[in-house]
């Protein structure tokens, strides 16, 4: 497994790449990519809609530290004190695959995996919220006695247990091999189309999904100036508000809430900044 000390070599690069190509949707796969979001930045990633999807949870990027967390992406050029504690950490070892969900998830984006529906009802997208008790108690009421150990699908990231995942079937189940889909042959492609064939019905899916990054980020956009013309709006009272407002967890809660909770800390602060400023100069 490639820890972060090689995935340095090409994150960044792609990062840059995708940076001065100026990219209006990213769409990642698996933990291969999970630092390039960290090395694309913030700012970069609210000019762009990002996606990420996973084809094997099984595969996390679980890599052992060197000298502690902060230090270990400290290494790779990223900030450890900032990033370990709420993205990385993972029983203390770097969980890349955890760490990209979050952030596409923090940015507004979709995680998806290779089958299911995009409510993740079935599939792989069901399995993977799943958590290790009900993988055990489903081979339990199967087996008709205590299974011993099971395979749990999300490898007890309990991240996809939380996390909206939706499911794109990609077209490898027994039914859409090329010997049952008369619809692939040339001749055929037409009528295939006509009657809804199923590959065709999973491409929709991901274009639905690419047109669903676009308007996110129009309301990314819009929503900005909502919480600006929000926080102008309370004028005088907007300190009390501040005390009191109070978003969910910052990984799970609304993230709308967490930007206007950001914008009136820093509105609050200018202003503390400035009353300390008056006090000074009545005292000189």
């Known amino acids: 497994m490639a820890g972060p000390q090689t995935l340095r070599g090409y994150g960044p690069a792609m990062a840059s790449y995708i940076a001065q190509t100026r990219f209006d949707i990213v769409h990642l796969h698996d933990y291969h ?3 390039v979001p960290f090395y694309l930045g913030d700012d970069a990633l609210h000019k762009m809609s990002v996606h990420f999807t996973i084809h094997n949870a099984t595969y996390q990027g679980i890599t052992p530290l060197r000298g502690g967390g902060y230090n270990t992406l400290d290494d790779i050029n990223l900030p450890g004190e900032r990033l370990f504690h709420k993205y990385f950490d993972f029983f203390d070892r770097l969980n890349l695959m955890k760490a990209c969900m979050l952030k596409v998830h923090e940015m507004g984006g979709k995680i998806t995996t290779v089958s299911g529906d995009l409510a993740g009802t079935w599939g792989y997208a069901a399995e993977l919220h799943e958590s290790a008790a009900q993988v055990w108690t489903r081979a339990y009421q199967q087996k008709h006695a205590p299974p011993g150990e099971v395979f749990v699908p999300n490898r007890f990231l309990d991240v996809l247990e939380k996390l909206p995942i939706a499911g794109i079937t990609n077209g490898m189940s027994d039914s859409n091999r090329p010997e049952h889909l008369p619809e692939l042959t040339a001749a055929l492609v037409r009528t295939a189309m006509a009657i809804n ?3 065709e019905y999973s491409a929709r899916q991901y274009i639905d999904m690419y047109c669903y990054g676009l308007l996110a980020k ?5 929503r900005q100036k909502l919480i600006a013309h929000f926080t102008q709006a309370l004028a005088h009272e907007r300190e009390l508000f501040a005390t009191f407002f109070r978003p969910g967890q910052q990984e ?8 206007l909770k950001t914008a009136l800390d820093k509105t ?3 202003a503390s900044e400035q009353g300390e400023f008056h006090e ?4 000189y």
């Not at 129009?218 to 819009?222: E, L």
């Not at 000074?280 to 005292?283: A, S």
Request: hydrophobic share 40%; proline share 0%.
């Open 268 to 270: 609050v602060d200018c």
């Open 252 to 259: 799970y809660g609304d993230r709308l809430d967490w930007e």
């Open 280 to 283: 000074l100069r009545d005292v």
């Open 218 to 222: 129009q309301w990314y956009k819009a």
């Open 33 to 35: 990519v999970g630092l």
């Open 197 to 199: 064939a199923s590959w």
